[in-house]
């Protein structure tokens, strides 16, 4: 079993950066791909960022894209997500997620992660 443990979140203002990290430990990660979610209050769990494992190639969605950027590192192995010019609508738990590598998916949808963590919360004040 893989455990993923995220940190970093907190209160920014406006305009403001964080960098949210994501750590995985237990039983070594093999997916195919690391991601980052969020779910504002009242709202479904939405795709972020995502990064797929062996090709170190990024995507994003469109609401953070210029903004937010995903990036790893493999020893550890963690990934980042490095949230700049922050925006009220941003405030939201953010999750990270992973798969276990078993099928080639699209990566962009909860139900193509098998890991989750606990969640860090991003609140961003005007």
């Known amino acids: 079993q893989v455990r993923l443990t995220e940190s970093g979140g907190g209160l920014v203002q406006a305009g403001g950066s964080l960098r949210l990290s994501c750590a995985a430990s237990?039983?070594?990660?093999?997916?195919?791909?690391m991601a980052w979610f969020r779910q504002a209050p009242g709202k479904e769990r939405e795709f972020i960022a995502l990064?797929?494992?062996?090709?170190?190639?990024?995507y994003y969605a469109d609401s953070v894209k210029g903004r937010f950027t995903i990036s790893r590192d493999n020893a550890k192995p963690t990934v980042y997500l490095q949230m700049n010019n922050l925006k009220l609508e941003d405030t939201a738990v953010y999750y990270c997620?992973?798969?276990?590598?078993?099928?080639?998916?699209?990566?962009?949808?909860?139900?193509?992660?098998?890991?989750w963590g606990q969640g860090t919360q991003v609140t961003v004040s005007s």
């Open positions: 997620a992973g798969d276990r590598g078993m099928a080639w998916r699209s990566f962009r949808v909860e139900s193509d992660y098998d890991y």
């Open positions: 237990g039983r070594a990660f093999g997916g195919y791909a």
């Open positions: 990064m797929l494992w062996t090709t170190g190639s990024p």
